[in-house]
């Protein structure tokens, strides 16, 4: 009598396409079932933002994802299995799947953040219902949800404590290793969505680009072995790391990170093995660091819920924010988000960031200080543009990384803001970044460069748009009157979550 075909499992890919350290997909193949990993691409993610008009995933993050689904195919196909893609929302395409395949089960990676939760429980309702079994595994993080010291409810409300309590108490786990053979999938693999079906151009080259980011494991991979092994750059990475213009300043690793193409534990194991085998320093230390921020703001993320995405953040800081509403706000906005503030940091890290996707760390911090702490712009405008630009963008770092500068995330420590000009000089004294991305400054010297409302003749670039210190000095007394209190005695412990402050739609706004 022959043997009965093995039972189908689905896996359900989204931040995680790779095969390389993917808990979900080893503990599947385990149970010796037909595994058929499947991807959805879901309309929702390509929408246009009510507020500001751009899409939800812009161009060049769309492209990156294509291109990251094309290289998982090409490497499920390498060893003899496939991918499923499939455009339409999860929660009508997997029950659909399952039931087309007679799937008894279907793993995935557990999101944390409101929307993402919101279809995985639409869609394990969905499956329950049809007897299909739902398996979520943590795997997202260096540090490993079941090894924290504490319970994630317990999070330390400052960073440090946080980092200390792990680099003592918890061993990091290794990286998995990829499956060597896949099985066959027994259905049609689908084919990719184009960018033009996805409602997006194809963004034109910029020839200032000096860093092409390819979506992709092998390509993720190929840029940890080429930055951290072949240009040596780890031995100094804490010295270089704010760096704004050179592309292997930083390891760049974020896009594929973000996707889930290079795991976290990936790069781990290869900075202890470069620790051993070539130098252990500050410098090798501090990209584990970094690896440790994008965790906290993970865990951030669960245990703050809707107030991540809410005005006051988790402090529930009751701060007049000035929005769309507001008179001048727009214009205001649009000077922002074009790159024509006038404020010659701010306006290139902007303009670099609608050419290619990207914006170093150093310049993401100035330009959302301008917005929210100078302007006094609700700074969840900033982190929207943030999510339809960035390539790499993660809902948990992004969101998390703007509360803290608005002076609304954890760690609050009063009323801060960057200082533009300063800060210019400080990482950029040379202006090599501003006159690199802005043609009407390159032939000024640094110090006009940083300040070209000062050269004469004048040069064709904006005045600056305001008083940065007055305006500053505005919000402050703004900030203060919001706190009730010198902003060493702001308010720390997370409030109660807003209503309505979901993200998505015009409800994060």
């Known amino acids: 009598m022959p043997a009965s075909p093995p039972t189908p499992i689905l896996l359900w890919l989204r931040n995680d396409l790779r095969l390389h350290d993917h808990e979900p997909l080893l503990a599947a193949l385990a149970t010796h079932a037909s595994v058929i990993p499947v991807y959805c691409v879901d309309p929702r993610h390509f929408v246009a933002d009510d507020a500001l008009a751009v899409p939800k995933t812009g161009p060049f993050r769309a492209r990156f994802l294509l291109e990251s689904l094309a290289d998982l195919r090409a490497s499920c196909r390498a060893l003899g299995g496939d991918l499923v893609v499939r455009v339409g929302e999860p929660e009508v395409v997997l029950p659909a799947l399952?039931?087309?395949?007679?799937?008894?089960?279907?793993?995935?990676?557990?999101?944390?953040?409101?929307?993402?939760?919101?279809?995985?429980?639409?869609?394990?309702?969905?499956?329950?219902?049809?007897?299909?079994?739902?398996?979520?595994?943590?795997?997202?993080?260096?540090?490993?949800?079941?090894?924290?010291?504490?319970?994630?409810?317990?999070?330390?409300?400052?960073?440090?404590?946080?980092?200390?309590?792990?680099?003592?108490?918890?061993?990091?786990?290794?990286?998995?290793?990829?499956?060597?053979?896949?099985?066959?999938?027994?259905?049609?693999?689908?084919?990719?969505?184009?960018?033009?079906?996805?409602?997006?151009?194809?963004?034109?080259?910029?020839?200032?680009?000096?860093?092409?980011?390819?979506?992709?494991?092998?390509?993720?991979?190929?840029?940890?072995?080429?930055?951290?092994?072949?240009?040596?750059?780890?031995?100094?990475?804490?010295?270089?790391?704010?760096?704004?213009?050179?592309?292997?300043?930083?390891?760049?690793?974020?896009?594929?990170?973000?996707?889930?193409?290079?795991?976290?534990?990936?790069?781990?194991?290869?900075?202890?093995?470069?620790?051993?085998?070539?130098?252990?320093?500050?410098?090798?230390?501090?990209?584990?660091?970094?690896?440790?921020?994008?965790?906290?703001?993970?865990?951030?993320?669960?245990?703050?819920?809707?107030?991540?995405?809410?005005?006051?953040?988790?402090?529930?800081?009751?701060?007049?924010?000035?929005t769309l509403r507001d008179r001048g706000v727009r214009e205001e906005l649009a000077r922002w988000t074009s790159g024509t503030t006038g404020f010659p940091l701010v306006d290139a890290a902007m303009r670099e960031l609608t050419a290619t996707g990207f914006m170093s760390n150093r310049a993401r911090q100035n330009v959302a200080s301008f917005l929210a702490r100078v302007l006094g712009i609700d700074w969840r405008l900033g982190a929207a543009w943030f999510e339809s630009w960035l390539l790499d963008y993660d809902v948990s770092s992004n969101w998390g990384n703007w509360m803290y500068v608005a002076g609304v995330g954890n760690d609050a420590r009063g009323f801060r803001f960057f200082n533009v000009y300063k800060q210019a000089q400080d990482y950029d004294p040379d202006a090599a970044f501003i006159r690199h991305w802005l043609p009407a400054l390159a032939a000024l010297p640094p110090h006009l460069a940083h300040r070209p409302e000062q050269a004469s003749p004048r040069v064709d670039h904006p005045a600056p748009m305001v008083d940065m210190f007055r305006a500053a000095r505005e919000s402050e007394q703004r900030y203060l009157r919001a706190v009730g209190a010198s902003p060493t005695d702001a308010p720390r412990s997370p409030a109660p979550p807003a209503p309505g402050s979901r993200r998505g739609g015009s409800s994060r706004r």
């Open 98 to 322: 399952a039931r087309e395949l007679g799937a008894t089960a279907m793993h995935f990676h557990a999101e944390v953040t409101s929307e993402e939760l919101a279809v995985e429980q639409a869609v394990t309702r969905a499956l329950a219902t049809i007897g299909v079994r739902c398996r979520a595994y943590a795997g997202h993080t260096l540090v490993h949800r079941d090894d924290l010291p504490f319970d994630v409810r317990e999070l330390p409300e400052v960073f440090t404590r946080f980092r200390n309590r792990v680099e003592r108490d918890v061993p990091i786990r290794e990286a998995l290793p990829a499956p060597a053979t896949l099985p066959s999938v027994p259905c049609d693999a689908g084919a990719l969505p184009t960018l033009a079906a996805l409602g997006l151009q194809d963004p034109e080259p910029d020839p200032r680009t000096r860093f092409t980011f390819v979506g992709g494991e092998r390509a993720g991979l190929e840029r940890l072995s080429a930055w951290m092994w072949r240009e040596d750059r780890l031995r100094t990475y804490k010295q270089t790391r704010n760096g704004l213009l050179s592309p292997n300043d930083s390891s760049r690793f974020s896009a594929w990170l973000a996707f889930g193409c290079l795991s976290p534990r990936r790069i781990h194991d290869e900075v202890r093995r470069y620790e051993r085998t070539r130098v252990r320093n500050e410098d090798t230390h501090w990209l584990v660091v970094e690896l440790l921020w994008r965790d906290y703001f993970r865990f951030v993320a669960e245990t703050a819920g809707p107030r991540l995405f809410a005005a006051g953040g988790v402090q529930g800081l009751r701060f007049p924010w000035r």
